[in-house]
């Protein structure tokens, strides 16, 4: 069975500086992706980012990019000139893709708290 | 743009009752799933489904619950006999695909569901 760790309950960062939220992985699967989710105290899911695993090349969207290491299975968030309105919960996820392409349940960490000060 | 919708945002029960909990997914999606997240704890996967019947099931999920596409647009949630310990905020969530090149998961606000 797939498990994901983060390790990390509570993160703390001031405004325009950069944080790196820390998540590994366990799998036997050699095809999967892994998502970052954000959700704010509107307890909305939003996808920030999305990691192929058979892609080297780390994904990145604006000020969010990853640490995609698949031999150590590991799949870090880094945010890059914090800004106050990414003060949420972060959600790291997997999704397999078996044999028969047929993945269907996301797996969740149990997240890390990330609170934005000015 | 095209968004998952959920109601109601907040439902308040009482032990014992039944609820039904709706969503609309995004209209050309083809698969739709349920996840729960209990207040403080991680989101779990409930169920999926695709072609009007179920295509995985976690272990939370049993008998006190069922999933419905009445129509061509609702998804629905029902919990038969409610618990306190069903107390959560439930997501919808649907993809156009389970697998492939692009597979995201779009996840609706949510349903808060208190149990009394």
């Known amino acids: 069975a797939q498990t994901v760790t983060q390790s990390q309950p509570e993160m703390s960062v001031q405004e325009a500086e950069t944080v790196t939220l820390s998540c590994t992985y366990d799998t036997s699967e050699s095809n999967y992706y892994l998502f970052w989710y954000k959700q704010p105290p509107s307890r909305q899911m939003i996808l920030v980012i999305r990691q192929e695993a058979y892609k080297q090349q780390n994904a990145t969207e604006n000020r969010f990019s990853v640490n995609f290491q698949k031999a150590a299975k590991s799949f870090s968030l880094k945010i890059s000139d914090s800004q106050l309105g990414d003060t949420a919960m972060y959600f790291c996820a997997f999704l397999g893709v078996g044999v028969n392409q047929a993945g269907t349940a996301l797996i969740f960490g149990k997240g890390t708290t990330l609170s934005v000060s000015s | 743009e095209p968004e998952v919708t959920q109601t109601p945002s907040h439902q308040v029960t009482q032990m014992g009752q039944e609820v039904i909990l709706r969503c609309v997914p995004i209209s050309n999606h083809l698969y739709f799933y349920w996840y729960r997240q209990i207040l403080g704890q991680k989101v779990e996967f409930l169920v999926s489904f695709y072609n009007n019947e179920i295509s995985e099931k976690s272990e939370i999920f049993d008998d006190q619950f069922s999933v419905e596409r009445p129509d061509g647009s609702n998804f629905t949630l029902k919990i038969r006999s409610t618990k306190l310990e069903d107390s959560a905020m439930y997501f919808c969530?649907?993809?156009?695909?389970?697998?492939?090149?692009?597979?995201?998961?779009?996840f609706g606000p949510g349903t808060r569901l208190t149990v009394l």
């Open positions: 969530a649907s993809s156009l695909k389970t697998s492939g090149l692009y597979n995201e998961q779009f």
